[in-house]
């Protein structure tokens, strides 16, 4: 891969897909094109596939630095999982394509404990060196505040 497709600040930033954040959330943490590796998901929750993206990060991209970045008034902390599969039946979907739903769906009750779990889950994965640096972020939805959580 050519150097430009490694990011400059050498982070990884794993965030969740709300459009709110759309460029919001890089103004706010001082990010420019190219700086950083960013993953998005609902809920910004640690799958297998986030952690498949940061071994290539960490391997093939040079990355040192993963920032697991929450958000106030996520909708997935309060997303009713059961009203979701309702829907699903609705529309002709079978929910039942996975033996547990509900941690499939990544359902969580607190952003801020979302995060937490984030950022042990990462650092504790037989995957990722113990070199690499992993923190966790809230920013406030309105005000672009940043806290530092761990």
């Known amino acids: 891969m050519g150097a430009e497709?490694?990011?400059?600040?050498?982070?990884?930033?794993?965030?969740?897909?709300?459009?709110?954040?759309?460029n919001f959330l890089p103004e706010k943490m001082g990010l420019e094109r190219g700086d950083a590796k960013v993953i998005k998901n609902a809920g910004n929750i640690i799958t297998d596939d986030v952690l498949r993206s940061l071994v290539?990060?960490?391997?093939?991209?040079?990355?040192?630095?993963?920032?697991?970045?929450g958000h106030t008034d996520c909708g997935m902390a309060g997303?009713?999982?059961?009203?979701?599969?309702?829907?699903?039946?609705?529309?002709?979907v079978n929910?039942?394509?996975t033996p547990d739903f509900e941690a499939w769906m990544g359902k969580m009750d607190n952003e801020e404990e979302n995060v937490l779990k984030g950022v042990e889950l990462i650092?504790?994965?037989p995957a990722i060196p113990k070199d690499v640096e992993v923190e966790g972020l809230m920013i406030d939805i309105n005000t672009g505040e940043i806290k530092k959580l761990i």
């Not at 290539?56 to 970045?69: Q, T």
């Not at 997303?79 to 002709?92: L, Q, S, V």
């Open 123 to 125: 650092k504790n994965h």
């Open 5 to 22: 497709a490694k990011p400059k600040k050498k982070l990884a930033v794993i965030t969740c897909m709300d459009t709110r954040l759309v």
């Open 79 to 92: 997303a009713d999982i059961e009203e979701i599969r309702k829907e699903m039946i609705k529309r002709g």
């Open 95 to 97: 929910p039942y394509f």
């Open 56 to 69: 290539v990060a960490i391997y093939c991209l040079d990355v040192e630095k993963i920032a697991i970045v």
